[in-house]
């Protein structure tokens, strides 16, 4: 395994919490829910890692990285989300609402649920981290906070760097299965698909009923959460980085990703912002 840094590159000591300016940031509730969710699904990254350390038992490479990179950087994120958190808003009852989260969401994140082939499973794994890069780039240009913005940065930064690794995986394994162009695109469209479904939904349930004890929230309130998110999503989302990053593991020649990416770009776009 290439020792090309060590990790983690920083940690929660690196943040300057104490200078964060909590007005700019306070008032806006979107934004609390958008971070108390994110530092869930994070935080759970322990059990992602269980799960994909089962399945890629036989690997040694792929399960030490795994547990020794990937689960500590990840975990940290969530860790490090709290913080910014419960800085800003330090009435919220995180453990709590974690512990929510966590339980409905447990019955979705099993390994029999993983892909149906090693190298299909990893290019799956290269939509999710192209899916986050993406997100903590749109929430480091959108956000109206300084110390948000370098925390934003900090972790997209190890996102694409994990993109990086499960690609290289992605190769061994497909150099081995040979799988078709169609086949892996039909399962990257069945990830890009499942992105953002039961872990968001249910992180920010859990993040509104424990801050607005006696309130419920519904699928209506996902879809009116996601349509103010419209906006941030227009002018800040990375749309061409996500494109790049989303077809590399097909190796389109070079035509013919000329012609497919203005299109793509186009069509997310679309998709995402409606």
Not at 136 to 149: D, F, G, K, N, W
Not at 260 to 273: D, G
Request: with cysteine.
């Amino acid at each position: 395994m290439p020792a090309d840094k060590v990790h983690p590159t920083w940690s929660l000591a690196d943040i300057p919490y104490s200078t964060i300016e909590k007005k700019k940031i306070t008032g806006n509730m979107d934004w609390f829910y958008l971070l108390a969710g994110a530092s869930f699904v994070e935080t759970l990254s322990d059990l992602y890692t269980r799960n994909l350390v089962d399945y890629y038992q036989e690997n040694a490479d792929v399960t030490e990285w795994l547990r020794q990179e990937w689960e500590l950087e990840e975990v940290q994120h969530g860790h490090a989300l709290r913080q910014y958190v419960l800085t800003v808003w330090p009435d919220f009852d995180w453990e709590r609402a974690y512990q929510g989260f966590v339980s409905a969401y447990l019955p979705y994140c099993r390994t029999d649920l993983l892909g149906p082939t090693h190298a299909l499973e990893m290019a799956s794994r290269c939509v999710v981290e192209t899916g986050t890069a993406s997100f903590y780039t749109m929430i480091q240009a959108a956000s109206p906070e300084p110390v948000l913005r370098l925390l934003a940065a900090r972790i997209r930064a190890d996102e694409i760097h994990h993109y990086k690794y499960f690609y290289r995986f992605f190769l061994q394994y497909q150099a081995r299965e040979k799988n078709s162009r169609w086949r892996i695109g039909r399962e990257l469209w069945k990830r890009v698909a499942e992105v953002d479904q039961e872990d968001s939904y249910f992180a920010l349930k859990n993040a509104f009923e424990v801050k607005n004890p006696g309130q419920q929230f519904s699928t209506e309130d996902f879809s009116a959460f996601r349509r103010r998110m419209g906006h941030w999503i227009n002018h800040h989302y990375p749309f061409d980085m996500a494109i790049k990053m989303l077809l590399k593991p097909l190796a389109l020649p070079t035509m013919l990703q000329k012609v497919t990416f203005p299109l793509l770009t186009r069509s997310a776009r679309r998709a995402i912002t409606h």
